[in-house]
């Protein structure tokens, strides 16, 4: 066993890990953070997307031991201090951005990811981001409205197909 | 997946002495690695990982021009830091896997690896690449050598990969979307003593250089002298997602759509 320390949604974390713990298992498991959902555990799906350090990996496809003294933003660090809904939450419910929920993690810690980089994207380019984000459901177009409409622009184009 | 020791040194010298153990493998990225190891078809006993030594890190220019890229370099930031040098890499290195795995998987890995539908090899390949590794520095063209088959001997590892920058390049990948690897990808380097064709995904040999499209294309850089040659032959890999023949075609039309994007 290893002990790994890191910094989930703000706070120091510790605990004892195998080699082979995913950094998926020791949030779900470990911290009991269990927003970050496994659904494909084959690097494909994306509903295990989390922010380490800054950017936006697959939880299922990284070790915990090779993120000692990570920086790692959750789905349960997205919401506002008071614990409101962030932006782009709440565009998630106004749009209808989920249907049976279980790729919204991924999807949400995705498009926080590409906004972060590119503040205005295009239609397009929110499509191209998530390209290692499946919804079974199928429900891509509310998931770009919603993204489309938590970065400030206008949605009305896109709301009739 | 069984588990493993697990090592992160600091330094090269110190992961050259890691991968020295028994059944010691070395782990970049870990997007190719870890899902083969959930599978079982990988079960080394100490993991040495790669992603904690700095001097690993980075893209950088050498004195003769070249763009030098760690080996530990995340495809993200190759798309980032080398779009200035050498555009058509970084757009390589951009549509590599997905944002999420391009955060997360190296250079170095890619190469080391040398899976036959990966980008990476095109971009080497085609460009005429230095592997340094922490022994030696390879050519490109000693360096591949079949499927998953590469120079690198027993705990050598992939320190930096440079590649001299051509006057245009240009990558063509057409994307098997389930897998999001090359179907077939054409990397075109055009360089002002010759012209260099890369081609991924294709041929279970893994990646080759395209002689007769060099040849045309070092005396006529137009897509017009790719439409006269015949479909490159060769042992191509023929599966569900598309047969042999219809591989072979696809080498062909990528090719010319890469002369044409790099102008």
């Given at each position: ?5 890191m ?6 974390v ?7 713990t ?14 970050t ?21 697959k939880?299922?496809?990284?070790l ?11 789905i349960e ?19 209808h ?35 290692g984000n499946?919804c079974?459901?199928t ?5 770009v ?7 400030g622009q206008d ?7 | ?22 059944e010691?493998q ?5 997007q ?5 190891m ?8 100490t993991?040495?990982s ?5 001097e690993?890190?980075?893209?950088c220019?050498?004195d003769?021009g ?6 530990a370099t ?10 200035a ?26 190469l080391?690896?040398?899976d ?8 080497a ?6 592997i ?8 490109a ?8 088959e590469t ?5 050598e590892i992939i ?19 389930a ?5 077939v ?7 002002a ?15 080759f ?24 032959a060769?042992?191509?890999i023929?599966?569900l997602?598309?047969?042999?023949d ?7 039309v ?8 790099a102008?």
């Amino acid at each position: 066993m290893t002990q790994v320390t890191m910094t989930v949604n703000g706070k120091p974390v510790s605990g004892d890990v195998e080699g082979r713990t995913l950094l998926a298992e020791f949030l779900r498991e470990g911290l009991r953070l269990t927003g970050t959902h496994v659904g494909c555990d084959t690097s494909q799906c994306g509903a295990c997307v989390v922010h380490v350090n800054g950017t936006a990996i697959k939880s299922c496809t990284a070790l915990a031991a090779d993120l000692d003294g990570a920086e790692v933003v959750t789905i349960e660090g997205m919401a506002n201090p008071d614990g409101s809904l962030s932006t782009i939450q709440q565009a998630f419910q106004d749009h209808h951005g989920l249907q049976c929920g279980f790729c919204t993690p991924g999807m949400v810690m995705s498009a926080a990811a590409l906004l972060k980089e590119n503040p205005k994207p295009s239609e397009h380019e929110i499509r191209e981001y998530l390209e290692g984000n499946i919804c079974r459901c199928t429900g891509y177009h509310n998931i770009v409205k919603a993204i489309m409409a938590a970065s400030g622009q206008d949605v009305s184009a896109i709301a009739a197909e | 997946m069984y588990n493993f020791e697990f090592a992160k040194p600091s330094s090269i010298a110190e992961a050259v002495e890691a991968l020295g153990h028994d059944e010691a493998q070395a782990l970049g990225g870990g997007q190719t690695l870890l899902p083969t190891m959930k599978q079982r078809l990988a079960a080394p006993a100490t993991l040495v990982s790669l992603n904690g030594i700095s001097e690993m890190i980075g893209v950088c220019v050498n004195d003769a021009g070249e763009v030098c890229i760690g080996g530990a370099t995340p495809h993200a930031t190759v798309a980032r830091e080398a779009q200035a040098q050498y555009p058509a890499l970084a757009a390589l290195a951009n549509r590599i896997g997905d944002p999420a795995v391009r955060s997360r998987g190296t250079i170095g890995g890619s190469l080391a690896n040398n899976d036959p539908s990966a980008c990476y090899p095109a971009a080497a390949l085609g460009s005429g690449a230095t592997i340094k590794t922490n022994t030696r520095d390879i050519a490109a063209d000693d360096y591949f050598q079949g499927m998953f088959e590469t120079a690198l001997e027993e705990g050598e590892i992939i320190t930096e990969v440079r590649f001299p920058v051509p006057e245009k390049a240009n990558y063509q990948k057409f994307v098997q979307p389930a897998s999001r690897f090359a179907l077939v990808g054409v990397f075109v380097a055009k360089f002002a003593d010759g012209v260099r064709v890369a081609v991924t995904g294709a041929s279970s040999n893994g990646v080759f250089r395209w002689a007769e499209a060099e040849a045309a294309l070092s005396a006529d850089f137009s897509k017009a002298a790719v439409e006269g040659l015949s479909a490159p032959a060769g042992d191509m890999i023929s599966d569900l997602h598309g047969s042999g023949d219809y591989r072979a075609h696809l080498v062909k039309v990528m090719t010319g759509r890469a002369v044409a994007a790099a102008g």
